[in-house]
């Protein structure tokens, strides 16, 4: 093999040779063994590149000999991503002068070892080597360019350079040279290509590889356009393609996970199956035992993060940052939550006012001026129509009453029966919990796909059952659509939360669990580590131990509570994502297709019939994403990257429901507004974030987190990261300030006074509600009594309520009235009808109004009577007109 | 700002690019007929579009100059104060320009909402209900102050009752 022709030349007379001998037969041996074992073909092309790469030239050197599994990994990532093009380049290459310089660069890459080797040296060896690469590489030229490319790209990424702490990175004035040259003679060609006298399709071809060429490596050399693409492409695959190898364990794959983590199937492998996959995969992998992927040590999770108290120059906190970015989420959005809520209290005038305008509304603001588009436009003028017709229902149908028992005891019933269908949904996903925690227990290669994935199956498939049901319960209760809607939404309101909650609980278990077994381990580790120590100063005599060294994927690990239940909260995303997704290709689009086709061949129309086109849910959506946002909210201290996949997650469902709404739906037959100023759905914004911050901040206040994972491993509380801060970096006086704010005679103080607070607004705003509420009256009192004036430039408001009260004693107690002469008190009559007219909507008599008409002027001495007629004719009558007066209303109790 | 109105005069200019010169500052009386307003398609699916061009034109017959133009877009743009806009509202539903909205006007209003498609016995109801409803002074008809102080309270005025360009 090559290798040991360059491990000869290089192992002459060379020390840093030897070492890098030793070095190359370590690795060979190990590759050697991995092949053997694994017989997967990419892990194995990954170690078969590597391999080469080792032996082979290069044209840059590798910088890290010193850390060669990470380097070993760091490369594996990079050339995957590399390897193609590595391949095509080495296509394009005239072989011999490209030896050339391949063995010069090598040499710089030999360099790499020992950076202090003089240039003199290097030349030696450099031309060592040329005589070895001629003799051999006739073979495997293609290899060995292979790995050129790939040294070349990767030895000049930023990252790498960056992780590697000993050695930093400096290419030989050699390479660079090298490099640069070979640059400009391509972008020499592709501006004499023209010129050259080849055929069109060669002509092509080169130009294309060469361009490719030039604007890679101009990348790597650090000039050019390329260089930040560049930067920033090494930068993504190193982040995508999984940093979990890292120099510390809980970033690193544990080496039982290793063989088996990069495969796709895993890849997303914490639990959740990307549906569809099955069937792409060999078959019976699904039985196989199948460890946790990438994505479970990967930036997404609590896991990754460390605990170095600061990084970099900066002194970056990143414990602190992330705990205060964990809290501060919670705080801004509170604040943005409450300060809509009161912009729109205050925008939207005084609530109370609901029903007053309904008609006015309806006429003014129902037309949305943006609508700039006629299909919308002829939507909206049909949904006017509905609405006025509606009301117009609505309005006829408030004057009858119907039987009230019956009713009642439908709304109770219907009650009930939700209040079962809510207890027997929680219960449903505890017992469900439960048994998945007994699951995880056994051999997951004896567990079904369905066993595995219970939970959020069958949380998915309530949220998709209940909702329906609840509508056909709430068909009982025979509301008002306004009120049955808001009914509706309460429900399923509480049948998410009390699943989310009971989930929670489960969840509380096993963290529990978790933190016992974690304990243990600790235990376990600590009393290992001891042992060493003392082994070793027993055995060298010596009281400086080395620290023990292990490799990051062996280490032995906890269970890292906090990165399980971010696990869970993305599986419920991930999860409830599919579900939204085939609910809408099934339920929608599908359903669309049939009803769209199979009319030309049915017996009724479906189209205008029973399944007829779904309609768009627009309150069942926001209420949807409410929940989104609230188990954003309460996954994002355990899971941050999740709220990057919530992004794309929104953005993708917002096209696709955008398409399905044009495509397959049919609008909603009554609009309902879910605008931003409507504080209903805000208000339950509102409960979601109160009630996803529950449980985050009584995680963060007392689970102590775990020893071995995350930024506060090693700490007894969460929140102790700020008081470290505080006494470390702060200056004293900040500390003692501190200490004075956080004493309970202080705090105690503080929440009474603002509990005083609160109690006193709120009596005050009591007060003006109260005064609003009597203005408003006074108001209506007034208008009143302007009509009446209009109407009957005679009488008053007293009066005309005193005539109500008489009308109808009169009608059934005729004798009082003989006192009287009877011509008055058929005046009488006729003018109260005419005065009930306007209040009670045309249900005056003609007769009458005739009669009244008729007789207007022996009404005017009617006018003054009334007041006097309080005290005299009602003493004639008795008891009845006292009260009669005072309370025009009164009236029925007495008929 | 700026900006805006740099945009809105490319916007009134692409109505009518022979009439309107690139350089506006010399040729102010330029006037644009209701029909090519009206085609905007802004404006081209709203029923009330007739009203508003003749609301904000200064002829009162729908031909706008550019200020006009301006004029109609930042009253119905979102920075504009409600009570501007309710003023505005108010003119363009009453069709008759006589100050207050009557009864005829309503049945305008709700005709062009519903497309002629309720009852007449169905259209006198509403618009007796509106009138009952919304006016305080009881002379049968809605004055300014009436209708502003409803529209004030409806909480969809301000988010209905704008053009975004």
Same mark, same amino acid.
């Given at each position: 093999m090559e290798v040991d022709a360059t491990l000869d030349s290089g192992s002459e007379g060379k020390p840093y040779g030897t070492i890098f001998c030793l070095y190359e037969a370590r690795r060979r041996s190990k590759n050697r063994r991995a092949k053997a074992? /694994?017989?997967?073909?990419?892990?194995?092309?990954?170690e078969d590149d590597e391999e080469d790469e080792d032996e082979a030239p290069r044209k840059r050197g590798r910088r890290k000999r010193t850390k060669p599994q990470d380097s070993d990994q760091d490369d594996e990532e990079d050339k995957r991503s590399v390897r193609q093009k590595g391949a095509k380049a080495s296509r394009r290459k005239a072989a011999n002068e490209e030896r050339d310089e391949e063995s010069e660069e090598d040499q710089g890459k030999r360099k790499k070892g020992g950076r202090a080797a003089s240039k003199q040296e290097k030349e030696d060896q450099n031309k060592e080597k040329k005589g070895n690469v001629k003799g051999k590489d006739e073979t495997n030229k293609g290899s060995e360019k292979d790995k050129k490319k790939k040294n070349g790209k990767q030895s000049s990424s930023p990252v790498s350079s960056s992780e590697d702490e000993s050695d930093e990175e400096s290419m030989s004035e050699g390479e660079i040279a090298a490099l640069k040259e070979q640059v400009e003679e391509?972008?020499?060609?592709?501006?004499?290509? /023209?010129?050259?006298?080849w055929r069109m399709k060669r002509r092509l071809v080169l130009l294309k590889e060469a361009q490719e060429f030039v604007e890679k490596f101009e990348g790597a050399l650090g000039k050019g356009r390329g260089k930040k693409l560049y930067a920033f492409k090494v930068m993504m695959t190193k982040v995508l393609? +999984?940093?979990?190898? =890292?120099s510390i364990p809980r970033k690193t794959v544990p080496r039982s996970e290793q063989d088996t983590a990069m495969d796709f199937s895993v890849l997303f492998d914490f639990g959740v199956r990307i549906l569809g996959v099955p069937c792409l995969l060999p078959y019976g992998s699904w039985d196989r035992l199948q460890p946790p992927g990438y994505c479970k040590y990967s930036i997404l999770f609590y896991g990754y993060y460390n605990n170095e108290r600061t990084i970099g120059v900066l002194k970056f906190r990143l414990p602190l940052s992330y705990l205060l970015t964990g809290v501060g989420i919670f705080g801004y959005s509170l604040m943005v939550v409450i300060r809509t809520m009161a912009r729109n209290a205050n925008e939207g005038g005084d609530g109370g006012d609901e029903g007053e305008f309904t008609f006015s509304w309806k006429m003014f603001t129902s037309w949305d001026y943006l609508i700039g588009n006629p299909e919308t436009a002829d939507n909206k003028y049909a949904s006017i129509t509905t609405s006025f017709k509606e009301s117009i229902v609505d309005e006829k149908e408030n004057q009858k009453n119907e039987n009230i028992h019956l009713r009642r005891f439908l709304r109770i019933l219907a009650?009930?029966?939700?209040?079962?269908?809510? +207890? =027997?949904? =929680?219960?449903?996903?505890y017992f469900v919990v439960k048994r998945s925690q007994d699951f995880a227990k056994m051999d997951p290669a004896s567990l079904t796909w369905f066993q595995k994935n219970e939970v959020e199956f069958v949380m998915s498939l309530l949220g998709l059952v209940c909702p329906p049901l609840f509508e056909t319960i709430a068909e009982l209760e025979d509301y008002h659509p306004r009120i049955a809607l808001k009914w509706q939404l309460g429900r399923i309101f509480a049948l998410f939360l009390g699943n989310l909650y009971t989930f929670l609980f489960a969840l509380f278990d096993e963290v529990n669990a978790k933190l016992e077994t974690e304990q243990e381990l600790k235990n376990a580790t600590e009393w290992a580590i001891h042992e060493y120590n003392a082994n070793y100063s027993s055995y060298y005599n010596t009281t400086d131990v080395p620290p023990l060294v292990v490799n990051p994927a062996d #280490?032995?690990? =906890?269970?890292?509570?906090?990165?399980?239940? +971010?696990i869970e909260f993305v599986k419920l995303i991930v999860s409830d994502m599919q579900v939204t997704f085939l609910t809408i290709l099934i339920g929608d689009f599908g359903r669309a297709i049939t009803v769209r086709f199979l009319n030309y061949c049915w017996c009724w129309d479906l189209e205008a019939g029973i399944p007829s086109y779904a309609e768009f849910d627009i309150s069942g959506n926001v209420l949807g994403l409410i929940f989104n946002q609230g188990m954003i909210w309460m996954g994002a201290f355990y899971a941050p990257g999740l709220v990057g996949l919530n992004v794309l997650r929104l953005l993708t469902s917002m096209y696709f429901q955008c398409w399905a709404v044009m #495509?397959?739906?049919?609008?909603h037959e009554r609009v309902f507004k879910a605008s931003r100023s409507n504080n209903f759905y805000m208000g339950l914004l509102l409960l979601v974030l109160f009630l996803s911050l529950l449980p985050v901040v009584y995680t963060i206040m007392t689970l102590p987190p775990s020893f071995d994972c995350g930024p506060f491993s090693g700490q007894d509380r969460m929140y102790d990261v700020v008081m470290e801060t505080i006494t470390q970096d702060l200056p004293a006086f900040m500390g003692t300030i501190f200490t004075y704010a956080t004493n309970p005679g202080l705090i105690m103080p503080a929440v009474l006074l603002m509990v005083l607070a609160i109690y006193y607004l709120n009596t005050v705003s009591k007060g003006y509600q109260q005064a609003n509420l009597d203005l408003k009256k006074k108001m209506k009192m007034a208008r009143d009594e302007e009509k009446n004036r209009r109407n009957n430039k005679d009488s008053t408001n007293q009066v005309m309520k005193d005539l109500e009260d008489l009308l109808p004693n009169k009608s059934l107690i005729p004798p009082p009235t003989e006192e009287e002469p009877p011509h008055d008190i058929v005046i009488e009559k006729g003018s109260k009808s005419t005065k009930m007219k306007p209040g009670s909507a045309g249900k005056g008599v003609n007769l009458q109004k005739e009669v009244s008409l008729a007789a207007p002027n022996p009404r005017r001495p009617v006018a003054h009577p009334p007041r006097a007629r309080g005290g005299p004719p009602g003493h004639l009558r008795g008891p009845l007109p006292g009260p009669g007066r005072g309370r025009g209303r009164g009236a029925p109790p007495r008929t | 700002t700026r900006k805006e109105i740099l945009r809105l005069f490319y916007r009134y200019r692409d109505l009518a690019p022979q009439l309107v010169p690139l350089d506006y500052t010399n040729h102010p009386d330029v006037k644009l007929p209701y029909e090519l307003i009206g085609s905007m398609p802004e404006l081209k699916d709203n029923p009330f579009r007739q009203r508003i061009a003749e609301v904000f034109s200064e002829d009162g017959e729908g031909n706008m100059t550019l200020d006009d133009f301006l004029d109609m877009f930042s009253v119905l743009s979102e920075m504009a104060p409600r009570d501007l806009k309710a003023y505005y509202a108010f003119k363009i539903y009453d069709f008759n320009n006589d100050d207050f909205i009557c009864k005829s006007d309503l049945e305008k209003t709700l005709n062009k909402l519903t497309r002629n498609e309720l009852t007449e016995?169905?259209?006198?109801?509403?618009?007796?209900?509106?009138?009952?409803?919304? %006016?305080?002074?009881?002379? +049968? /008809?809605?004055?300014?102050? %009436?209708?502003?102080h409803m529209i004030v309270r409806a909480p969809d005025f301000l988010s209905t009752f704008h053009i975004r360009i």
């Open positions: 074992q /694994r017989k997967k073909k990419q892990v194995s092309d990954d391509k972008k020499k060609l592709i501006a004499t290509l /023209r010129n050259k006298p393609m +999984g940093l979990p190898y =890292g009650n009930i029966m939700i209040l079962c269908c809510l +207890g =027997g949904s =929680g219960y449903l996903i #280490a032995v690990r =906890g269970p890292c509570w906090e990165t399980a239940v +971010g #495509a397959c739906n049919v609008p | 016995d169905e259209v006198r109801m509403v618009c007796e209900k509106v009138i009952d409803e919304a %006016d305080l002074d009881n002379d +049968g /008809r809605l004055s300014l102050e %009436d209708f502003q």
